[in-house]
């Protein structure tokens, strides 16, 4: 099956500070998201990025596709964007299920 | 705007008993996906489910889940004698169409002792 990387595994930052977040995969897809899992474990869509870029608020996201990758923009980061960000890719169509990275665990001390 | 919800949102269990884990999709979305969270691992697909048949299913999915849509509204999956290594964090998701983004509900947290 397809492989997701992502790097770091565990960033610490203080607040204020940029971040960049990678997500790696071994094969081409059609469906990129990005995900935040707060806290309590909810996990929040941030963007559904097959391709292109994005952007909303503090955070943008960019796909190249066809190098097989995704980064994850984090600017002026606030103790509220603490938690693990995951990326998650298919590569069919809607009755496949998402193959999810393991996750960049990032901390943003005051 | 549209959410996943899930019920309940913890539950504790004795290994060997059943369970049934509850979810309402988004109410125009044609797919439905179950996921499991061991705790501090990543998320794993467990089954997707559309046209009121199982679509997709990971080797995780064996004899003892159980997926059903019982009426318009609700997703359930079934858990038919729980074991300790099901203890996870079971997540419900749906999506409009085949290549739009999947959207997850806030989970249910299971224990099993």
């Known amino acids: 099956g397809i492989q997701v990387e992502q790097s770091p595994p565990d960033l610490i930052l203080q607040e204020g500070a940029n971040s960049t977040l990678r997500c790696n995969f071994s094969?081409?897809?059609?469906?990129l998201q990005w995900f935040h899992q707060n806290p309590w474990g909810q996990l929040i869509n941030l963007f559904y990025?097959?391709?292109g870029t994005k952007q909303n608020g503090r955070l943008s996201a960019t796909t190249v596709a066809t190098e097989r990758y995704s980064l994850l923009y984090i600017s002026s980061s606030q103790t509220t964007d603490s938690g693990v960000y995951f990326c998650?890719?298919?590569?069919?169509?809607?009755?496949?299920?998402?193959?999810f990275g393991k996750g960049t665990h990032l901390i943003i001390q005051p | 705007e549209p959410e996943v919800t899930q019920t309940p949102s913890h539950q504790v269990t004795q290994m060997g008993q059943e369970v049934i884990l509850r979810c309402v999709p988004i109410?125009?979305?044609?797919?439905f996906y179950w996921y499991r969270q061991i705790l501090g691992q990543k998320v794993e697909f467990l089954v997707s489910?559309?046209?009121?048949?199982?679509?997709?299913k990971s080797e995780i999915f064996d004899d003892q889940f159980s997926v059903e849509r019982p009426d318009g509204s609700n997703f359930t999956l079934k858990i038919r004698s729980t074991k300790l290594e099901d203890s996870a964090m079971y997540f419900c998701?749906?999506?409009?169409?085949?290549?739009?983004?999947?959207?997850f509900g806030p989970g249910t947290r299971l224990l099993v002792l």
């Open positions: 998701a749906s999506s409009g169409q085949g290549m739009g983004t999947q959207y």
């Open positions: 094969d081409s897809v059609n469906n």
């Open positions: 990025i097959p391709s």
């Open positions: 489910f559309y046209n009121n048949e199982i679509s997709e």
């Open positions: 998650a890719v298919r590569r069919g169509g809607g009755a496949d299920g998402l193959t």
């Open positions: 109410s125009n979305h044609l797919y």
